[in-house]
């Protein structure tokens, strides 16, 4: 039977919750223990995937579609453990789904409220599907005192007292922050922090302080006083320097004894091996050079709007034991300057998914300099249609080619695609239909090119990557790109979708459909960035 282990927070928001869950469950498997990992999202909205990057930074999509909280790709990133649909809830869906139940009669007519309803669906939803794991590690978003909030901690208080003693243990991370004149740590913000949780029911088993000062002793014994948690359940937070370093300071602070002792546990004498994350920390603090990649993108100054992916050029690091030196451009300075003297020094250039005609053509720009200049190139989702654009424009003498996302006059070498096949059914959508929802989602396979250097990389003549795009490359092109050297080298099994171009005569330019970084992790980087950083070392020598 599963045990539960929930994640909350106080003092601020952005203290790290999702990492520390993440971590914590890594700890755990390297026990021999299985996890899996959900994130409770007190927001209204639906779902994440009409919010803006520069609101909420990534939309992670999960293998079932499902466009949740950038917290599950660090759950992804962190256990190999895939996410679902199952795995992240917000207010919106919860409100949704009970009065869409209520409007078919599903509650016989009663009066609907907080309590039992809303914390009734909470708490189906956190128990639901755990039955062949050992833990279930449940952070609840926002901190503790937002109103938004309040049925969630009232529905895991009541789990805390309906499932049996030693199945819930209750984590509450905090930040003790370090006053410059006084020249110490102060702990009253997590004393009220505490106070606040245990005024709704909730007694916090452990603490989870982050600071970027020693905690000492006295601190220690001051919190455990004033909190009502035993000194050694105090385990400190310190920043790290690179996030994979986290699991091993857990470790060290001795987070996991902690929670294996809250769970009456302590008599389990398996040891965590930690061999392979102390293999990627001696990757990353020891690396054998470095290169850089220039990242030409719209949401450059919210880099959570790209979190798996620049944590995707980390692991292609890690593959080849490189330092990544990331660049962060907006494209929209190409819109009116030469590219040259912003990328000739790269050593690789990428172009990330994204939405809408700000910066695009600043983004083509990129594009055709990284061609013209064979540097290697990465194009994905929007990258890879901005990069068949190019193509048309610069070399199939189509000089109108545009998406009819942001042009409905010129040439649609990308176009919106109304009607693909899933599983075997028809799924359709409309321009004038809902934003949410309605993008091609989740996974889809993909046939490669047995002579292409795609099916190289991977070693296989059939993919299955995570999709979130509305738009599509028009095969009516094909032919007359393919002609100027533009590759078609991936498609949908039917044959009707491009999943995938290159050009033969170029280093190394790729661009995708899909997002690959969703499926990068730091044991296992995915085939497309450690071949892509493996290219950018090779132009590193010729430079």
Excluded at 8 to 22: E, P, R, Y
Aim: net charge negative.
């Amino acid at each position: 039977m599963a045990r539960y282990i929930f994640i909350t927070g106080g003092v601020v928001s952005s203290l790290g919750k999702g990492l520390a869950s993440a971590a914590l469950g890594a700890l755990l498997q390297a026990r021999g223990y299985s996890v899996r990992l959900r994130k409770l999202d007190p927001y209204l909205n639906v779902d994440p995937g009409t919010m803006s990057p520069f609101e909420h930074g990534e939309v992670y999509v999960t293998d079932d579609g499902a466009e949740t909280d950038l917290d599950l790709g660090h759950y992804e990133r962190f256990t190999g453990v895939p996410t679902s649909k199952d795995d992240n809830i917000t207010t919106g869906q919860i409100y949704s789904n009970i009065l869409r139940k209520e409007r078919e009669g599903g509650y016989l007519g009663k009066t609907l409220q907080v309590i039992p309803h809303v914390t009734d669906a909470i708490k189906e939803f956190v128990l639901h599907g755990n039955e062949d794991v050992d833990f279930v590690l449940c952070e609840i978003g926002g901190t503790v005192g937002d109103i938004e909030g309040l049925p969630f901690f009232e529905a895991i208080r009541q789990l805390g007292n309906e499932l049996p003693r030693f199945d819930t243990v209750f984590i509450h991370v905090t930040l003790l922050p370090y006053i410059k004149t006084a020249g110490e740590l102060k702990t009253k913000p997590t004393q009220h922090s505490v106070k606040e949780l245990r005024s709704i029911g909730i007694q916090p088993d452990i603490l989870l302080c982050r600071s970027d000062s020693e905690i000492s002793a006295d601190e220690r014994a001051k919190l455990a006083r004033f909190c009502n948690v035993r000194s050694e359940a105090i385990i400190p937070a310190y920043d790290a320097a690179s996030i994979y370093d986290v699991p091993l300071e857990y470790h060290k602070h001795g987070l996991d004894d902690e929670v294996l002792a809250a769970f009456n546990l302590q008599e389990d004498v398996r040891k965590p091996d930690l061999t392979p994350w102390q293999q990627i920390s001696d990757c990353i603090h020891n690396p054998e050079g470095k290169v850089t990649i220039a990242i030409v993108g719209k949401y450059t100054g919210m880099k959570d709007a790209y979190k798996s992916l620049t944590e995707a050029l980390v692991h292609g690091g890690i593959a080849n034991r490189i330092k990544v030196e990331l660049d962060w451009i907006s494209s929209e300075i190409f819109e009116s300057e030469n590219p040259s003297p912003h990328l000739e020094h790269a050593h690789g250039i990428l172009i990330p998914g994204g939405f809408g005609e700000r910066g695009a053509e600043g983004k083509i720009n990129a594009i055709k300099f990284a061609r013209e200049r064979k540097i290697p190139c990465f194009g994905i989702c929007y990258g890879m249609q901005l990069s068949v654009i190019e193509a048309a424009r610069n070399l199939a003498n189509i000089p109108n080619a545009a998406s009819s996302e942001f042009s409905e006059n010129g040439a649609p070498i990308v176009g919106l695609m109304t009607e693909w096949t899933k599983d075997n059914e028809k799924q359709s959508r409309s321009k004038q239909g809902d934003l949410g929802g309605t993008m091609r989602l989740g996974a889809y396979p993909a046939h490669l090119d047995a002579d292409s250097l795609i099916n190289k990389i991977y070693g296989a003549p059939s993919i299955e990557e995570r999709h979130r795009h509305r738009y599509e490359v028009n095969m009516d092109y094909k032919e007359k790109l393919e002609e100027v050297g533009l590759k078609f080298s991936g498609s949908s099994p039917d044959g009707l979708l491009p999943e995938t171009v290159e050009y033969p005569d170029h280093p190394w330019f790729i661009g995708v459909q899909y997002h690959p970084e969703l499926k990068s992790q730091p044991l296992n980087p995915h085939p497309l960035f450690a071949s892509f950083i493996e290219a950018a070392v090779e132009q590193s020598r010729l430079v």
